[in-house]
């Protein structure tokens, strides 16, 4: 079916609303993007009742969802894209009390055989909650959780821009006068962009501008850096400060953890899924008289990565990491499989800090 754009969709007025002790449940799904979202209700017994388009606006939401209640009762819907384009529709489904259910897209065999519409496409997100193929609850992105992630991409986006600029500083620092560039060749990286910003550019060229120029964004961009830095660290210090106590767990470690938990963890049922969601438990790949384990390469890589920061700063200093590392060694492991078995160690005893409530205590060995 192809959905015809409507800025401005209204209501099927020729459907009159079931009496309430009539009415059956429905199940929405949403493809979302960013102008605007297609809709479509089915019944619990699978059958499509109607496809619509609704633009993304506090009045489209609106109109969304008194459409979906006019085929019966809206108790669950599976949305697309909720930590981006559909984020702002997921509040508003929390809100009036519908479970939001977060949707992947088809795979592509699914999508080679079916066809690709936006109309198919949430026909299918309503049918993944309708089969129970689609479990996962989405972020509620409404606490200090939030905040600590638009800070660190305001903080990777300064970080980068700051290298670059520091790149081009040297690049430049190639072609100015050889009397100059001995001056500067040789200086540390803070020491060239302290004597680059302060450089007399007056009839010098405008390598010399450029290179002050230069240096002087560096400077700029170190000072946002710092700033989100500390920013984030309070963010931290306010939500989970415990974590901050832990061995090899700094700000940015913590930070990173905590957005890949959300701001609702208990949407997390235990331990294992927040290692699952890490990228650090193991993979099942079995076959006849085959029985072995692969890593996870799936999962939040940024999360996985702090795991790794804090197991790799553990190993370095800390007593018991170095004792399990000792022993695991003389039983044969290779040090990549010691660090594998170390970041689900650590996993398991962040999650009880993320989720104070989680009543899985089984002890850490690392």
């Not at 700029?220 to 210090?237: G, I, N, Q």
Request: hydrophobic residues 40%; contains cysteine.
């Amino acid at each position: 079916m192809t959905v015809t754009s409507m800025p401005q969709p209204t209501l099927p007025a020729q459907r009159v609303p079931a009496p309430a002790e009539e009415a059956e449940d429905v199940i929405l799904g949403v493809d979302t993007h960013k102008d605007v979202h297609v809709a479509a209700v089915i019944t619990p017994l699978g059958a499509s009742l109607a496809q619509q388009e609704f633009p993304t606006t506090a009045i489209g939401y609106r109109q969304l969802i008194t459409w979906a209640n006019s085929f019966g009762f809206l108790r669950r819907a599976g949305v697309e894209c909720t930590g981006s384009f559909g984020a702002a529709l997921t509040r508003v489904l929390r809100r009036e009390g519908i479970d939001v259910i977060e949707i992947n897209q088809p795979d592509r065999a699914t999508r080679r055989k079916r066809g690709k519409t936006d109309a198919i496409d949430a026909d299918a997100a309503a049918r993944a909650v309708l089969s129970g193929r689609a479990t996962t609850v989405p972020k509620s992105a409404d606490g200090p959780v939030e905040d600590m992630r638009v800070l660190r991409l305001a903080k990777e986006s300064a970080v980068k821009a700051r290298t670059q600029a520091l790149n081009q500083l040297k690049a430049v620092l190639m072609s100015i006068d050889p009397d100059l560039r001995e001056l500067l060749t040789g200086l540390s990286n803070p020491a060239l962009v302290a004597t680059c910003a302060d450089l007399d550019v007056d009839d010098r060229g405008e390598a010399v501008f450029t290179m002050r120029l230069l240096a002087r964004r560096v400077q700029h961009l170190s000072d946002e850096v710092k700033e989100l830095t500390r920013r984030t660290t309070r963010a931290v210090r306010v939500c989970r400060p415990q974590m901050l106590d832990l061995v090899g767990v700094g700000p940015d470690s913590a930070a990173v953890l905590l957005i890949a938990a959300g701001d609702n963890p208990d949407r997390l049922v235990d331990e294992a899924s927040f290692a699952a969601l890490c990228g650090v438990s193991p993979v099942e790949q079995s076959s006849g008289k085959t029985q072995r384990r692969r890593l996870n390469r799936g999962g939040h890589r940024q999360a996985n990565a702090a795991l790794y920061r804090i197991v790799q700063t553990r190993i370095r200093w800390d007593e018991r990491t170095q004792e399990y590392l000792r022993r695991r060694t003389a039983e044969g492991m290779s040090k990549h499989e010691i660090i594998r078995c170390l970041k689900r160690y650590v996993a398991r005893e962040l999650y009880r800090h993320i989720q104070p409530r989680a009543t899985n205590r089984v002890p850490s060995a690392a």
